[in-house]
């Protein structure tokens, strides 16, 4: 099923990368219905634009009505409005239409800094769009010419925001690719609060279609019922992953990002509430797999790092101190817990080459879009000597978790727990082998592996004629596999 449905009103782009190919390809990633509204023809590619056509005005109200009269939109997103007569029609259809959860992607000037509307047009998009937004997202160089302030830092950022709130936008994303610094960070700016949500800039030319994107996510997140906040950190999240996956050999110019991935597995604050019950419901099979990390790794080295573990429950109970997670709710209950927990990528740590002496995933690479990626990554940062150790519920011998399962997928509900963890979780496992585990690890150059492995049957439900352990490891489901890093 849908998980809601959304609207984009947009530029159409013939490579497929940005405009509503892009908006369409992104609300498909949450699950979202996606309908679209064409309100011009580009003529582009990944290395150039060569022309532009505009649909006639009235025929844009009428794509409008003629989807309004048969879907339940709970969500619409703005792109490219290409000229001021499109620009009256669509404020005026969003006014009678009474679309409140509007997103705004002003789409006002390139990346390069040139202008992409007419002075008219620009002038129309902030008198009849700009407070009609429910969230608007402009990049630095848009913020500047919708606030009249220039934009260069901290104060400045926030001096622009509350200007374009002050014109009626319920809540203001400046985006901060164009600003200096090691990271991107974006400003969300409600009327009350600035808050900073911070990414990884990646180095890549893989950024067509970026800011269309950003903001068709955060419409899919509000036409799912989320709050601002935490639609704008899935947005962040999404566009990031979608950036590092990006694939290459698309075009010869600025490649389009990599939108086939699930969207953030976290979109809620509760889940890192979600997980601790979860983890105190079930508390013997995660101290099992506790049991299995302890054997393989002996002694925790002083600088060790754990990816994605949840809330820093593994690290907190081995002593490590310093853990990355994809969703920052998780990264703050961590640090709460006393690890230094950042939000970040397996893809894209943010740390020098040879900085760790061990690196950690606690059943996190059945979550990964790309798990050989992210070992590769691991290796990177690790000392000559130092070790990957990875826990994993294989599919040979994933009891303990299938069972949980079976309750969420609607199968032998007599038999499941009542209460597993959120079905996001579940839904976006891949349940590794432990051969496949171990081929990735060999592919990215470790060497010399040992294996761990404990509990032999789910606590509460057993079926002892096929709990039977993984051939040439001891009894159990969970399986450590440690490899060194040994050139």
């Known amino acids: 099923m849908y998980e809601g449905k959304a609207l984009t009103i947009a530029g159409f782009d013939p490579s497929g990368g940005a405009g509503i190919q892009a908006d369409l390809k992104t609300f498909l990633a949450f699950n979202v219905y996606g309908a679209s509204v064409v309100t011009s023809i580009a003529v582009e590619n990944t290395t150039e634009v060569r022309g532009s056509y505009d649909i006639p005005a009235n025929t844009v109200e009428e794509q409008i009505d003629v989807v309004m009269d048969d879907i339940d939109i709970k969500a619409a997103k703005t792109g490219m409005l290409s000229s001021e007569e499109i620009i009256k029609s669509v404020a005026k259809k969003i006014r009678e239409r009474d679309i409140e959860k509007l997103v705004v992607d002003p789409v006002m000037v390139a990346k390069t800094g040139g202008r992409l509307l007419k002075r008219g047009a620009e002038k129309a998009m902030i008198e009849e769009i700009v407070p009609l937004a429910y969230v608007i997202t402009p990049n630095v160089p848009e913020a500047e010419v919708i606030s009249g302030i220039k934009v260069v830092d901290e104060k400045s950022v926030n001096e622009a925001a509350i200007k374009i709130h002050e014109m009626g936008a319920k809540n203001v994303i400046i985006k901060g690719g164009h600003l200096a610094g090691d990271k991107s960070t974006d400003l969300l700016y409600d009327g009350n609060d600035f808050i900073a949500i911070e990414g990884i800039r990646v180095k890549t030319k893989n950024t067509h279609g970026t800011g269309c994107t950003f903001s068709a996510a955060i419409a899919a997140s509000l036409a799912k019922g989320k709050a601002i906040e935490e639609s704008v950190r899935a947005a962040k999240s999404y566009v990031q992953r979608s950036i590092e996956l990006a694939p290459h050999g698309i075009g010869k110019g600025y490649g389009p990002l990599y939108h086939n991935i699930t969207s953030l597995y976290y979109e809620s604050e509760s889940a890192p509430e979600d997980y601790d019950s979860w983890f105190s419901k079930n508390q013997n099979i995660f101290e099992s797999e506790l049991l299995a990390l302890k054997e393989a790794t002996g002694k925790i080295p002083e600088r060790s790092l754990a990816i994605g573990s949840g809330t820093a429950l593994f690290e907190s109970k081995l002593g490590i101190k310093e853990g990355i997670e994809l969703s920052p709710y998780m990264a703050k209950k961590g640090s709460e817990r006393g690890v230094s927990t950042h939000t970040g990528s397996a893809y894209s740590l943010p740390y020098e ?135």
């Not at 096929?466 to 890093?485: A, F």
């Open 353 to 487: 080459d040879n900085t760790f002496d061990m690196v950690l995933f606690c059943t996190s690479l059945d979550y990964m879009e790309d798990p050989a990626r992210a070992v590769k990554e691991a290796y990177r940062v690790l000392k000559e000597g130092g070790a990957i150790v990875v826990s994993i519920l294989p599919k040979e011998g994933s009891y303990a978790m299938l069972y949980d399962l079976a309750n969420v997928s609607g199968y032998d509900p007599e038999r499941s727990p009542a209460d597993p963890f959120p079905v996001e979780f579940l839904r976006g496992a891949r349940w590794l082998s432990v051969e496949s585990v171990t081929d990735i690890l060999k592919n990215a150059g470790f060497k010399e592996f040992i294996c761990t492995q404990t509990l032999t049957c789910h606590p509460r439900y057993s079926n002892d004629s096929v709990e039977k352990p993984v051939e040439g490891y001891k009894k159990g489901d969970y399986v450590v596999i440690k490899g060194l890093k040994i050139r």
